[in-house]
């Protein structure tokens, strides 16, 4: 089992910046891949962005491309999530994941083996 909890989350103005945090623990040598959701009121969780645990290539979707940026600290066990020049429509709880298999194409939240409970992002206009 892995185990993963978030952090980071809060209130930010529009065009602000936030860092989330994602701390596992548990079997972290079986993650190939740690990955971001969010999911927004009244919509489906969605993919954001991806890194290799080991090799950390990264991979992300196109409305964050260019001002999130993900990383991870292996020594820490920890990922990130840099979040600049945010939006209104960036508002969602953010949700971390762990994928134990290599996929190719754009990660989908029923790929993902295990999760953590989420952090709170709100983007005021």
């Known amino acids: 089992q892995v185990q993963l909890v978030e952090s980071g989350g809060g209130l930010v103005q529009a065009g602000g910046s936030l860092r989330l945090s994602c701390a596992a623990s548990?079997?972290?040598?079986?993650?190939?891949?740690m990955c971001w959701f969010r999911q927004a009121p009244g919509k489906e969780r969605e993919f954001v962005a991806r890194i290799g645990w080991s090799g950390g290539s990264t991979y992300y979707a196109n409305t964050v491309k260019g001002r999130f940026t993900i990383s991870r600290d292996n020594a820490k066990n920890t990922v990130y999530l840099q979040m600049n020049s945010l939006k209104p429509e960036d508002t969602a709880v953010y949700f971390c994941a762990a994928d134990r298999s290599y996929r190719a194409g754009t990660p989908t939240p029923a790929n993902m083996d295990y999760w953590g409970k989420g952090t709170l992002v709100t983007v005021s206009s």
């Open positions: 548990g079997r972290t040598f079986s993650i190939y891949a």
